[in-house]
């Protein structure tokens, strides 16, 4: 299954309640974290429940979804490398 | 040395919160750090020209963060449990923190579960002690539906804000002036007073 990122952004919009935010406004390449998006540790957990409740992808070492973390598109990469094919 | 005055007041309910524009992460907050943060927003005070080490903050909540601990216990039940998010607002005292990280404020801070007659008290005694030379008041009440169910108070949303210092521009507090709905009522009409005076 194809992930696409203005999917995933309004997923993220709507899991993190960004308020003001369009899917639009956020670029595929631009840091989620710190810079960008400004994200910070709490909504990396809010990610990781949005990943498991609409994905069905359970992360069990962050370790592995630090790569994953990273943008809208290595996060979309991420997911359809996860995803059990249909 | 100049004298104690409130230099404003303010106060919210949830009608107010539809039309707030306090940036992106407002939405994440629970109700009672969202009412209390519009609360200190309303006041129209720039924190930033102040020395922000030397404000402190005082909250009360008249019935702790009882809505948000219930809404996440809630939250169990649903799939994959409740928000993270969320979790981080069961501690009565997040709100100052959300305050404190809006305007950088690194002044002390304390949090009263219960009435709000202690804040102008404990205000002035931090700055008396010369701990501070500000600080923000802020009274919360926030019982929601299923709290109220609990508890047996009414539903209510609202806060209340005021900031006290030492100054010359502001109004000076009787010794009547010890909650929270008296003091926002003293810079309400002291506002009256002198936009009427205008």
């Given amino acids: 299954m194809c992930v696409s990122t203005n999917e995933l ?5 709507e899991s ?19 810079t960008g998006l ?19 992808i359970v992360i069990k070492d962050i370790e592995e979804g630090r790569p994953a973390f990273r943008s809208v ?12 094919a249909k | 040395m100049n004298k104690l005055v409130i230099s404003a007041a303010s106060a919210v309910t949830d009608a107010d919160l539809a039309t707030a524009k306090m940036g992106s992460r407002f939405g994440r907050m629970d109700l009672l750090s969202q009412l209390a943060l ?23 909540v008249c019935a702790g963060s009882l809505a948000t601990d219930i809404q996440y216990w809630k939250g169990q039940r649903e799939v994959c449990g409740p928000s993270p998010t969320l979790f981080a607002y069961t501690l009565p005292s997040s ?22 007659a202690v804040l102008i008290p ?15 008041c802020v009274a919360c009440n926030v019982i929601t539906a299923a709290a109220s169910e609990l ?17 010359a521009n502001g109004f000076a507090l009787a010794e009547n002036h010890r909650d929270m709905e008296s003091v926002c009522a003293l810079a309400c009409a002291g506002e009256f007073a002198r936009n009427s005076a205008r």
């Fill in chain 1, 38 to 56: 400004g994200l910070d540790s709490i909504d990396a957990l809010e990610l990781v429940v949005m990943l498991e409740k609409h994905y069905g």
């Fill in chain 2, 38 to 60: 519009l609360s200190v927003e309303s006041l129209g005070i720039e924190f930033q020209t102040m020395d922000c080490s030397r404000i402190g903050v005082c909250m009360s």
């Fill in chain 1, 9 to 13: 952004k309004e997923k993220i919009i």
């Fill in chain 2, 151 to 167: 508890i047996g108070i009414p539903p209510k949303a609202q806060a209340r804000a005021a900031f006290l210092m030492r100054g």
């Fill in chain 2, 122 to 136: 404990e205000a002035r005694d931090l700055i008396e002690r010369n701990e501070a030379d500000g600080c923000i």
């Fill in chain 2, 95 to 116: 709100a100052i923190g959300e305050i404190a990280i809006r305007y950088r404020l690194t002044g002390p801070n304390l949090c009263f579960v219960g009435s709000d």
């Fill in chain 1, 73 to 84: 598109r290595t996060l979309a990469e991420f997911i359809e490398a996860k995803q059990p």
């Fill in chain 1, 16 to 34: 993190l309640r960004l308020q003001d935010v369009t899917p639009e406004q956020i670029e595929d390449e631009a840091p989620l974290f710190g």
